[in-house]
Structure formats: C-alpha cells, structure tokens
C-alpha cells in the first residue's frame, strides 16, 4: 500500500475550475454538486479498498471522473487535466507529454465509448508513461 496520498478537496477543484474558466473562458459554477462529490471522492475509495492502487490510478480516477462525469457547467476536460497534473504535483511527479499529446489524448478519452474500467486502465497507463518523479 503506498502512503496516504495529498488530495484534492471539492473547494480546492472548483477554484481550479473558476481559475481555469476566468483564463481560458467558458460558464463558471458546479452542475452537478453530487457528482462532484462522487468524482472528488472516488480516488479516495480505491485507497481505501483497493490497496494495490497506485497514485497513477489514484490521479486518473480524478481525470477519468471529471471528464466523464460533466460535474461543471463548462470546462470539464481542462479540469480533469489540472486536477491529474496537481494531484501528481503534490504527491512527487509532474506530467512530461507535449501538448499536442495532452490535448489529443484528453479528447479521444472525452469521446471514447469504453467502460469505466477501460477508460480509467488506459487514463492510468497514460499517466504511468508521461509522469516522472520529481527530484527534492
């Protein structure tokens, strides 16, 4: 079991998401405050009950939910990006793919017809390849 990771609460995403929204545009605000709270939480139930689970998994419950789950009215797939690279960064890695990449396979996720189990295994893997420790 790895220890207990630095999460991300519900208040800390949705000033990620009005930051997000301010710079980049959209419609600020939660759309769905149980899903939210689903989403935020889900990370914290594979520690709890999975314990094999690896932070990579732990930082793609949070990407593959925010994408999937449309918790916001506007800027889901930007939120699930910056909830996946800050969880990273407060636990010891940061993200290393390009843009292009980032953008491409963020997209491809949002539009993919997978079960929840393929989509999170391949948001995991995703991660696995592009994230590297960071150096104290």
Same mark, same amino acid.
């Given at each position: 079991?790895?220890?207990?990771?630095?999460?991300?609460?519900?208040?800390?995403?949705?000033?990620?998401?009005?930051?997000?929204?301010?710079?980049?545009?959209?419609?600020?605000?939660?759309?769905?405050?149980?899903?939210?709270?689903?989403?935020?939480?889900?990370?914290?139930? +594979? +520690?709890?009950?999975?314990?094999?689970?690896?932070?990579?998994?732990?930082?793609?419950?949070?990407?593959?939910?925010?994408?999937?789950?449309?918790?916001?009215?506007?800027?889901?797939?930007?939120?699930?990006?910056?909830?996946?690279?800050?969880?990273?960064?407060?636990?010891?890695?940061?993200?290393?793919?390009?843009?292009?990449?980032?953008?491409?396979? +963020?997209?491809?996720?949002?539009?993919?017809?997978?079960?929840?189990?393929?989509?999170?295994?391949?948001?995991?893997?995703?991660?696995?390849?592009?994230?590297?420790?960071?150096?104290?």
């Amino acid at each position: 079991m790895i220890e207990e990771p630095k999460w991300l609460s519900g208040d800390a995403i949705r000033v990620i998401q009005e930051t997000l929204i301010a710079r980049t545009g959209g419609t600020p605000g939660v759309l769905n405050p149980i899903l939210l709270e689903s989403t935020v939480n889900k990370p914290k139930f +594979f +520690f709890q009950y999975e314990p094999e689970s690896s932070i990579f998994k732990l930082a793609a419950a949070y990407g593959y939910g925010f994408v999937k789950n449309h918790c916001f009215c506007d800027g889901n797939k930007r939120i699930a990006l910056a909830t996946v690279s800050i969880f990273l960064r407060k636990n010891g890695y940061r993200l290393n793919a390009s843009e292009a990449e980032t953008v491409s396979f +963020f997209l491809s996720l949002a539009g993919g017809l997978e079960t929840y189990e393929e989509g999170l295994a391949r948001l995991t893997d995703w991660i696995k390849r592009y994230a590297i420790e960071l150096e104290d």
